[in-house]
Nanobody, 125 residues
């Protein structure tokens, strides 16, 4: 199975910004929903944001609405997560994955596959 590849994480101060990238296999990218999840210290993996193939459907966790924006570049198989006004509680390993659905953004990790190794985001002063 081909896996996603996440990048763009790092250390940033509270209020700062980062842009994460998810390089996806062409077949997953063109057909299915791609979503970002995160796993903080001593926490379960949780949904952050997801986007449908045509960008018509986007969904966000309540905790990131208004601060994070998910988008996809249809000229190359990449999905971005722009994170603004970062908070310490956003610190986590961020993952992207491909859904088994094409027009429905699921919050359930069981609906996704192709998980990458993740990229660490640390928000600290």
């Amino acid at each position: 199975q081909v896996h996603m590849e996440e990048s763009g994480g790092g250390l940033v101060q509270p209020g700062g910004s980062l842009r994460l990238s998810c390089a996806a296999p062409e077949d997953s990218f063109s057909t299915y929903v791609i979503s970002w999840f995160r796993r903080g210290p001593r926490k379960e993996r949780e949904f952050v944001a997801g986007i449908s193939r045509t960008e018509v459907i986007t969904k966000y966790a309540d905790s990131v609405k208004g601060r994070f924006t998910i988008s996809r570049d249809n000229t190359q198989p990449i999905v971005y997560l722009q994170m603004n006004n970062l908070k310490p509680e956003d610190s986590a390993v961020y993952f992207c994955a491909s859904s088994r659905f094409s027009g429905y953004v699921s919050f359930d990790t069981d609906d996704y596959s192709g998980w990458g190794q993740g990229t660490q985001v640390t928000v600290s002063s």
